[in-house]
């Protein structure tokens, strides 16, 4: 089964209901995540989507330039008029990882991927679009990230982001979370249901029994996913769908997640945004690396990452 990782939600419950029929799970956390401070990750934006009638859809998203979020086709796609959703109905939270601090802007223009739903079918492997926003102040909680367009190989370690569930059913969070993934290999993905071919292609395939029991859930659709690059943290993906097989949930070792990878569609983000793609290249600062995981942390334990206690298997690689 193919999921979306996106939340439909009553605009009024957003910040306590999941939108799942199920009772809320309370007291859960991403298994073996973590939640990220500003510093780690300013370039990550929330992204809803007003539906009328007093429903949402709730994303993520990324900032690639002082008017520029990255996102996923679908989390902008508006079913009823097969189209991309009207600039308005775009809300952008910025400036912290925590959603009741952020500062919030509209959309001025919104850009899907043409290819991402042709006759209202969505295909994704075209699941990207842009969003136009007023410009930006950067600052040490909002800055743009540089889009990776190197190669990904088998085992490569990537970091998932978002504010969705911590597991099916459980409450969506205010403080946004982070997980460590890692890319597979043809022969672990291709035959779970998509074109998947290659990593290197247009999307990057994370299956679930490399990283048991560590993932991203409903919620986190067109979040970050980044790579340590030569030490600079790159966007590589956006979170864009799952497979799950057996019944899996979200973390089961038989789901198979798929990332849109940015860089496959670098043609697309120079031309909705008219910038070259020099100016997408790496941003020069300290990072946050993303090496073999030596000392996971304890099952079912958050650890929260501040720039004096980090641990050391997210820093030192």
């Not at 429903?55 to 979020?69: E, R």
């Not at 919030?104 to 969505?122: C, D, L, N, R």
Request: charged content about 10%; proline content about 6%; aromatic content about 8%.
């Amino acid at each position: 089964m193919v999921a979306y990782r996106t939340l439909l939600v009553l605009a009024a419950l957003v910040a306590c209901l999941a939108g799942a029929a199920a009772a809320p799970v309370l007291g859960k956390r991403i298994v073996n995540g973590f939640l990220t401070p500003n510093s780690m990750a300013p370039y990550v934006v929330f992204v809803t989507r007003g539906m009328g009638g007093g429903m949402v859809y709730l994303c993520g998203g990324s900032i690639i330039s002082p008017n520029h979020i990255v996102t996923a086709a679908h989390c902008v796609y508006d079913d009823n008029t097969k189209a991309a959703a009207v600039p308005a109905n775009m809300t952008i939270g910025y400036g912290s990882m925590n959603k009741s601090q952020q500062k919030k802007t509209v959309a001025t223009a919104v850009y899907m991927h043409p290819k991402s739903y042709v006759g209202g079918k969505f295909n994704g492997t075209y699941d990207i679009a842009v969003i136009k926003v007023p410009t930006l102040a950067f600052d040490s909680s909002t800055a743009k990230i540089g889009i990776y367009t190197g190669a990904i190989q088998p085992g490569q370690n990537l970091l998932a982001m978002g504010w969705g569930q911590t597991e099916p059913n459980a409450l969506m969070l205010s403080s946004l979370r982070g997980v460590i993934r890692q890319a597979g290999n043809a022969a672990q993905c291709k035959t779970k249901g998509t074109d998947y071919s290659v990593n290197n292609g247009p999307t990057i395939c994370s299956p679930g029994l490399l990283t048991p029991e560590q993932s991203t859930c409903s919620g986190d659709s067109g979040t970050a996913i980044a790579i340590n690059s030569n030490g600079t943290m790159l966007l590589a993906g956006l979170n864009s769908v799952a497979v799950t097989a057996g019944g899996g949930n979200c973390s089961s070792p038989t789901t198979t997640h798929f990332y849109t990878r940015v860089g496959y569609h670098i043609d697309f983000v120079t031309n909705v945004t008219g910038l070259p793609q020099s100016f997408f290249g790496p941003v020069s600062g300290k990072s946050v690396g993303l090496g073999p995981v030596a000392a996971p942390v304890t099952v079912t334990q958050v650890v929260l990452v501040t720039p004096t206690n980090m641990p050391k298997w997210l820093a030192n690689y």
